[in-house]
T-cell receptor
């Protein structure tokens, strides 16, 4: 089973460029999440989608937008990338909000 | 607000040593508690969980007990292996919530 699939795995952007990180899950999960991981700070929630058709801000939403395209797919968009957005981004999904989360392999993003 | 605090790393042990990684939490309700593990270059995966006070989660020789009186969920293993080298994250989710709150992570190195 594929589980949670993220693309791309690596990306380098110039300041001001835009890009979309893609995420898809094949487990029929209701809830999906985007996190960023920075050294010494654990994982911080950017946005989440409790169910298809809904999205909500997490802890660090500024500079990001999301789209829950359907039940399987949840994308994260950087409209104008900044060096502070250099990080590893993880997509995750769960059956419901308080169940265990399943994570993708991550996207390592560098903004120069 | 809710939070998770875990011991700073890195923790370096010899093979077959006893492992403890401390984790404490603050919460307004009665959260579910989790330990996730992250191997190099991969996303997080669930190691074990406990959903109510005095529950013990266990998996692959790792154990953690949900202690409401001390608001703790310490991870233990009696005899670590080199293959246990990874980063370990303690996490909580409020009942009915959609935000998994992670600790900063503890890196474990096990020497042969």
């Amino acid at each position: 089973n594929a589980g949670v699939t993220q693309t791309p795995k690596f990306q380098v952007l110039k300041t001001g460029q835009s890009m979309t990180l893609q995420c898809a899950q094949d487990m029929n999960h209701n809830s999906m999440y985007w996190y960023r991981q920075d050294p010494g700070m654990g994982l911080r929630l950017i946005y989440y989608s409790a169910s298809e058709g809904t999205t909500d801000k997490g802890e660090v939403p500024n500079g990001y937008n999301v789209s829950r395209l359907n039940k399987r797919e949840f994308s994260l968009r950087l409209e104008s990338a900044a060096p502070s957005q250099t990080s590893v981004y993880f997509c995750a999904s769960s059956v419901i909000g308080n169940a265990e989360a399943f994570f993708g392999q991550g996207t390592r993003l560098t903004v120069v | 607000g809710n939070s998770v605090t875990q011991m700073e790393g890195p923790v370096t042990l010899s093979e077959e040593a006893f492992l403890t990684i401390n984790c404490t939490y603050t919460a307004t309700g009665y959260p579910s508690l989790f330990w996730y593990v992250q191997y190099p270059g991969e996303g997080l995966q669930l190691l074990l969980k406990a959903t109510k006070a005095d529950d013990k989660g266990s998996n692959k020789g790792f154990e953690a007990t949900y202690r409401k009186e001390t608001t703790s969920f310490h991870l233990e293993k009696g005899s670590v292996q080199v293959s246990d080298s990874a980063v370990y994250f303690c996490a909580q989710v409020d009942t009915g919530g959609f935000k998994t709150i992670f600790g900063a992570g503890t890196r474990l190195f096990v020497k042969a």
